[in-house]
């Protein structure tokens, strides 16, 4: 049975160098309180484990790159990637206990998804063509064709999120993040 060893913030190197015979980096070490460390992506916070914000960043990073409106793919290989993508890191980080903004990044993500299918269908008479066949009334697809706002401004008009309803965007083949983190922390609940 190995005695637990009790080292002042000083001695600790020593005794994990010396007694345990292990070898630190120091780096990548330090000693301090649960709540001022990261490890493999995670903090803790009034002892509820949460993503840390650096895995936060890389993971809004990447699912920019996937939603880039340059990259030069078809949606169904742009879905298919950011579908891998998100079901990986849901899978890793879904233990997380922090809910609050995961409703807001399924949103981020439907928004940015929808502006892609705009940045897409280029032309105002495809986008009107689009939106009617997608049950969208023609008054309302003629004024959202023909505008020249800003595709992420586009993304989130009245036009668009009645054509593409969420749940047209997952027949498409996008994930929802919050039915992930539902099925992970609820795994028996059929929601």
């Known amino acids: 049975m190995l005695n ?3 080292f002042g913030d000083q001695n600790v190197k020593v005794g994990l160098t010396k007694r345990l015979k292990l ?5 990548k070490s330090k000693v301090a309180p649960v709540g001022n460390c990261s490890f493999l992506g995670f903090i803790f916070v009034k002892g509820k484990i949460r993503w840390s914000d650096k895995s936060f960043t890389e993971f809004k990073r990447r699912i920019k790159r996937y939603t880039a409106r340059s990259w030069g793919v078809s949606m ?3 879905l298919a990637a950011l579908r891998r ?4 890191w849901m899978n890793y980080f879904g233990i997380s206990e ?3 903004p995961v409703p807001e990044l399924d949103e981020w993500l439907r928004r940015r998804v929808r502006m892609c ?3 897409q269908w280029r032309r105002p008479r495809t ?5 009617t066949r997608l049950g969208v009334s023609r008054r309302s697809a003629v004024l959202a064709g023909r505008s020249r706002k ?3 401004r586009l993304s989130r008009t009245l036009s668009t999120q009645v054509g593409m309803t969420n749940a047209w965007l997952g027949k498409q083949g996008l994930v929802s993040i919050r039915e992930l983190w539902i099925a992970v922390h609820y795994p028996n609940q059929n929601g």
């Open 23 to 27: 070898t630190v980096n120091e780096t």
């Open 4 to 6: 637990f060893l009790f």
């Open 85 to 88: 993508y998100v079901r990986g």
């Open 98 to 100: 922090y809910y609050r």
């Open 76 to 78: 169904s290989t742009r």
């Open 117 to 119: 299918y705009w940045k």
């Open 127 to 131: 986008r009107m063509r689009e939106l």
């Open 150 to 152: 800003a595709y992420w």
